[in-house]
């Protein structure tokens, strides 16, 4: 009768697999539950990351489905990517062998887990039935001119070798492979998602089941502002730049501009000029900086004088250009009037290079001297040195500017985005083909719906030299589809995060081979109920995904507005790291009593962080579920921390939570033949046992189900523990029928309410104690109130203000007994007999107060 969770695990995992336990259909008699953790790249091997994120996704998914929803739980694999082609490049094995073997290896390691997963919807994005339909959504994006090609500046990572996203893009590094990031300028495709910017804006405030770290980072990574375009004219050339500010109050204070090294007229400026050799060069110079870092506070404000000048609309003032390392093409129009009386990054430029400062807005009661500011004044203000507009209050100026400009044909309202089009080509092999053809006379067509999916070739050699795809003749030649001549196929595929936008939408109906989703069960199953995963996809992910949603809404595909009702992203998973002066960074396990197995040096112990491959401070969960089983893997990493907080790693943490299980184990065990013979007979809750019983089983209950509903997962395994604790007080105590009735009743909750958390043990003790079925879907037990309060509660007793002891007391007491039965106390006796008692007072289940002298 040991816990064996090697013989318990491996028997459970076969019979909910072989009788598809947690398969499901659409229902309309039933409600829906869809949970949903994001998910995983086919790397190879899962970490404790994994195990952390899908451990709370299924304890959710177990819940509802014990609480009678209908459930769908899916899993699949965003399994395109450059790892795979890196991997072929340096394996000589074709990305689909590599990937493949992958999703294979993997898959049993997540069925280890545990995990109640309908293995019948599972998906690859690699595989043709997925991207075909992303194909066919490209091809309706394209003709509603909401996909589209054009030539920009782009971030190149050249050891990738293909365009990166602004936000794929971190530190001015590749997101993928940390390589510094080039500025090249290419011809791709894009995303129109800037079409849906304000939509998208707007829902982040109709979100209420998101964290509000998330949608803030949204909000900002869309970037709304409203202000004015203004056109200045250039000086001696026809050429115009326009500018976008949220503070046309200070227009007449422009007293140069700044313009982003990016830039398409920057050449122009140089063009021919003395400078332009220099200027070139300085534009060079900041292009390998990153952008990041080119806007930060601290960073060192740089300039180059075109040696051109811009005219001032309102004033015919004349005003220098400088290439500027401060300005960038992603926010606004890439070009700035600068006023560095108002504004502190161009106060600070202005000081460094000598130009003039003008005040043009007046704070009350104080009279700006250029000459000694030492800071630029953002504030509001009366409107100076502006012409007809001064005197008036500068917000009421921004207003009657702005009319000004429209009334001269030189600038308007208008509201920007930070926010740009969506990137999506990549010049690399593994990845879905853009369904574009080429033709001389036709331009750009798309391929017909009937012939596809365009298929990867597999016969191209990747050396990571360019895009094999540009080499294969057989995928680049083909007909045109309009007008029959030769043509050629688009050679870039697309960003793998197109195929993360959608993939939750084909988990409805995985098998439809008639559209991108059957609609019937795409209406009944989405949105997503719970979504679980990391922090790190807040902008990207999720961002296109809800843009992509919406994209579908319009195209008629679905009739909702957003993917993901609620939201948790959930911590990471750390551990200090171990370094050898020799060796380097080492395994936990190459580690013993703190010196390298290899040199038996003394190991540099380094700070508690992300578990990464790099610094190998990492635990395999492989190993793990081989000498704990997968229900302490669970246990632990469910209990360590809140889910949204990081969990610090704690060898003492898990031996905790193998030594809990045996302890639920061995309790229920050797109750086995109590539980078969009481379970279900009549009780009566009158007795001081029964009370004790009811009390602790209906609040542990309530508590497990309120903390899962919040997701304090932590708490409800602490309030099981405490439940599991209580039981084993209780038990010596047991002597009548109907006690024992109570406490059998107590263990068949606890095997319930423990079956989320820990479902291998909850399974194997369910069915020793010969229930039919599985616990997995039995009914999640109920609790009542008038349970959850003792009739009996310990008060304090003060003397003199000091608390001097404690007693017990029926709950709702009147004052009169309270006080007798605290005077009868021996502790407080010896505090008041032979003294004079001045006052006694009485808080109501609280507190007893007695005055002496």
């Not at 921004?398 to 089009?421: A, F, P, S, W």
Request: glycine share 6%; proline share 5%.
């Amino acid at each position: 009768m040991k816990y064996n969770p090697a013989e318990i695990e491996q028997k459970w995992q076969n019979k909910w697999e072989s009788e598809k336990v947690f398969k499901c259909e659409a229902d309309n008699s039933k409600k829906k539950y869809y949970c949903l953790e994001m998910f995983p790249y086919p790397s190879g091997k899962i970490h404790m990351g994994h195990v952390r994120n899908y451990a709370i996704g299924d304890v959710i998914a177990r819940y509802k489905l014990m609480q009678g929803y209908n459930v769908l739980h899916p899993m699949g694999w965003d399994a395109f990517g450059l790892p795979a082609e890196n991997a072929a490049i340096k394996n000589k094995v074709h990305p689909a062998k590599w990937t493949y073997s992958n999703i294979e290896y993997m898959k049993k390691q997540l069925k280890m887990l545990g995990l109640s997963y309908d293995w019948d919807r599972e998906i690859a994005t690699c595989d043709p039935e997925y991207y075909k339909w992303e194909q066919k959504i490209f091809i309706e994006m394209f003709n509603r001119g909401l996909a589209y090609k054009k030539t920009s500046l782009v971030n190149w990572c050249p050891d990738c070798n293909t365009v990166l996203a602004n936000e794929q893009v971190e530190d001015g590094k590749c997101w993928r492979c940390s390589n510094e990031v080039e500025i090249k300028e290419i011809e791709g495709w894009f995303f129109k998602i800037t079409d849906y910017a304000e939509e998208l804006l707007e829902y982040t405030y109709k979100l209420s089941g998101w964290p509000e770290r998330v949608l803030t980072m949204q909000r900002n990574w869309i970037g709304k502002s409203v202000g004015a375009e203004i056109d200045f004219e250039v000086d001696g050339i026809d050429e115009k730049i326009t500018v976008f500010t949220t503070r046309p109050d200070t227009l007449y204070g422009a007293t140069f501009m700044s313009i982003a090294p990016e830039h398409p007229i920057a050449k122009k400026l140089l063009s021919g000029t003395e400078v332009e050799k220099e200027g070139l060069a300085f534009i060079n110079e900041i292009l390998k900086e990153d952008k990041i870092s080119r806007t930060a506070e601290d960073k060192e404000k740089k300039g180059f004088f075109t040696g051109r000048y811009a005219i001032n609309p309102v004033n015919g003032r004349k005003i220098p250009i400088y290439i500027a390392n401060f300005v960038l093409m992603d926010y606004g129009t890439g070009a700035v009037m600068a006023v560095p009386a108002h504004d502190q990054r161009d106060f600070e430029f202005a000081k460094k290079y000598g130009l003039d400062i003008i005040v043009v807005i007046q704070p009350d009661g104080e009279q700006l001297d250029p000459e000694k500011m030492t800071e630029a004044y953002t504030g509001p203000g009366k409107m100076v040195n502006s012409g007809k507009f001064d005197g008036l209050d500068n917000e009421k100026g921004k207003e009657e500017i702005i009319k000004y400009l429209e009334e001269l044909g030189v600038g308007k309202k208008t509201v920007n985005y930070r926010l740009k089009d969506w990137g999506i080509s990549r010049q690399r092999y593994w990845g879905t083909p853009i369904p574009i053809i080429y033709c001389d006379d036709c331009g750009i067509v798309p391929v017909p719906f009937e012939d596809l999916p365009v298929k990867l070739p597999t016969d191209v050699e990747i050396t990571g030299a360019g895009n094999p795809l540009e080499q294969c003749e057989e995928f680049v030649k083909v007909k045109c589809p309009k007008c029959g001549k030769d043509a050629r196929r688009e050679t870039d595929t697309m960003d793998t995060f197109v195929e993360s936008s959608w993939y939750f939408l084909r988990y409805c109906s995985p098998h439809c081979d008639t559209n991108i989703f059957d609609k019937d069960e795409t209406e009944y199953w989405m949105p997503v109920d719970q979504y679980i995963g990391g922090i790190e996809h807040a902008i990207l992910h999720l961002l296109y995904s809800r843009f992509y949603t919406k994209v579908l809404r319009d195209l008629g595909y679905i009739n909702f507005d957003e993917p993901f009702e609620r939201l948790l992203t959930q911590g990471m998973v750390c551990k200090e790291s171990y370094r050898c002066e020799e060796h380097n960074w080492l395994f936990p396990e190459e580690v013993i009593d703190g010196k390298c197995k290899h040199c038996g040096r003394d190991v540099i112990v380094g700070r508690i962080e992300k578990m990464s491959k790099s610094k190998k401070n990492v635990v395999d969960p492989e190993a793990l579920i081989d000498q704990y089983g997968a229900d302490t893997a669970r246990l632990f990493s469910l209990f360590a921390a809140p889910p949204e907080k990081d969990l610090e790693w704690s060898e003492q943490g898990v031996e905790g939570a193998f030594r809990f299980i045996n302890r639920v184990w061995r309790l229920v065990v050797n109750h086995i033949d109590l539980i078969k013979e009481y379970c279900g007979k009549n009780y009566n809750s009158d007795g001081k046992i029964e009370k004790e019983i009811l009390y602790h089983t209906n609040l542990t209950v309530k508590k497990v189900t309120n903390d899962i509903e919040r997701f304090q997962l932590n708490t409800a395994v602490a309030a099981i523990m405490e439940f599991t604790n209580n039981l084993y007080l209780i038990e010596p105590k047991l002597s009548t029928d109907s006690e024992k009735a109570l406490f059998a009743d107590a263990l068949v909750k606890l095997i319930k309410i423990i079956s989320p958390f820990i479902p291998h043990v909850a399974e194997e003790l369910w069915n020793r104690c010969g229930f039919e079925g599985y616990v997995s879907k039995a009914d999640w037990p109920a609790y009542d109130d008038k349970f959850t309060v003792k009739d009996e509660i310990t008060i304090a007793v003060q003397i003199n203000g000091k608390v001097r002891a404690q007693i017990n007391v029926p709950r709702g007491i009147d004052k009169d007994e309270a006080i007798k039965l605290a005077k009868e106390n021996e502790k407080v006796k010896n505090y008041i007999d032979g003294k004079q008692l001045i006052k006694e007072i009485y808080v109501p289940n609280k507190l007893v107060s007695l005055v002496v002298k």
